[in-house]
Structures are given as C-alpha cells and as structure tokens.
T-cell receptor
Framework: DTGVSQDPRHKITKRGQNVTFRCDPISEHNRLYWYRQTLGQGPEFLTYFQNEAQLEKSRLLSDRFSAERPKGSFSTLEIQRTEQGDSAMYLC?????????FGQGTRLTVV | GIQVEQSPPDLILQEGANSTLRCNFSDSVNNLQWFHQNPWGQLINLFYIPSGTKQNGRLSATTVATERYSLLYISSSQTTDSGVYFCAASSGNTPLVFGKGTRLSVIA
C-alpha cells in the first residue's frame, strides 16, 4: 500500500454543477478525515469516519456537502450546486488512532 | 476546542542557516504532528511528536507537553526546505486542528 490516494487531483466545474471526490485510505486504517484548505490558510476539518460511521461534522459542512464511507473502505465527498466559494483544496487523511497521513488532495476550481 | 498558533508566519533564510519554528497549543494533547506542504499541496509527515524529542537528518522537533508548545528545528537549510510548515494537534479522539503555518523561503 502506497498511502492515501485521492481522485481526481484537479477538478474544474461550472457554478451550480455537482462534483464528487474519492479518497482511498491506507488499507488497515479505521479513521478517515476530510479537510478543506483555502489559499494562505491551514487545513480546516470537515468531517470524519470511524469505519463506516460518520462521527463528526464541522459547521463548515453545509447541507450541500455529503460524505459517505460505505463498508468502511474508500470515502466519497459530494458537493451539490457548487459555488465559487467552494474553490479550495480538499484533503483526505487516514489514521489507525495515532499518526495521520494525508493524500495528495483534490484541487477544486469553480468558475 | 484546541487552538494552535504558529510563529513566525513568514521566514526568509540564507542557504546554510538554521531556524526554529514554534507551535503553541491551548490544551493538553495526545497527538501533535509537523508537516511540510509541498508545492503541489500534499502534506508530508515530518514528525509525530506528542511529547519528547525526535531527530531526522537535518530536522529535529521537541514538544514540551506540560508547557504546551512544540519546536521544529531546521539546520543547514537548503532551498528544497522552502515551503509551508504546519503544526497540527488534537486531544482525545478529536480531529487534528492545524495552525496557519510558517512560510519558509530559503534563498541561495
């Protein structure tokens, strides 16, 4: 296993369209996190899963955002009716209760 | 929740110089990590260091948990060390909280 993998690496979408990102964690890791990072800022927490259960959501996660982790393996993050303010880097991380490892991120641009 | 503050926000060094980056956190932690964000945006793990001291080549880190701070030392800096360094901390089972980062520029 080579680490956390995210797909796609880049996404350009028109305002109002829906987008979906995928994250494949390190295989034995039980926790999976989604973060968002805007220019000049540190990553901000969005939501996390322990196995298939979504345990916490940030207030940043509006009702246009939904995340799933079926079967406790890969996870998807969907953004509906995208807005220009959704433009950011979306980062996924996984951990086995200690050190967290991050994927390469998906850079979303909403035009 | 935990607050994480990093200083300085920006640092410019001549190649070969040493530097110290600081991370203060507001509560006791059981996870503290240092990352280097590469130009493509990926967060590269440097240290997992909730307490104590670790060294990896020219980099070392120390966390004094009782005083709620961590330091990242970079010795003999190289241009490839340039980028943004993040500290992130958490307590219990809460998610990592990141600081705003220190942007390091090493000039030849």
């Amino acid at each position: 296993d080579t680490g956390v993998s995210q797909d796609p690496r880049h996404k350009i979408t028109k305002r109002g369209q829906n987008v979906t990102f995928r994250c494949d964690p390190i295989s034995e890791h039980n926790r999976l996190y989604w973060y968002r990072q805007t220019l000049g800022q540190g990553p901000e927490f969005l939501t996390y899963f322990q196995n298939e259960a979504q345990l916490e959501k940030s207030r940043l996660l509006s009702d246009r955002f939904s995340a799933e982790r079926p079967k406790g393996s890969f996870s998807t993050l969907e953004i509906q009716r995208t807005e220009q303010g959704d433009s950011a880097m979306y980062l996924c991380a996984s951990t086995l209760n200690t050190e967290a490892f991050f994927g390469q991120g998906t850079r979303l641009t909403v035009v | 929740g935990i607050q994480v503050e990093q200083s300085p926000p920006d640092l410019i060094l001549q190649e070969g110089a040493n530097s110290t980056l600081r991370c203060n956190f507001s509560d006791s932690v059981n996870n503290l990590q240092w990352f280097h964000q590469n130009p493509w945006g990926q967060l590269i793990n440097l240290f997992y260091i909730p307490s104590g001291t670790k060294q990896n080549g020219r980099l070392s880190a120390t966390t004094v948990a009782t005083e709620r701070y961590s330091l990242l030392y970079i010795s003999s800096s190289q241009t490839t060390d340039s980028g943004v360094y993040f500290c992130a901390a958490s307590s219990g089972n809460t998610p990592l909280v990141f600081g705003k980062g220190t942007r390091l520029s090493v000039i030849a």
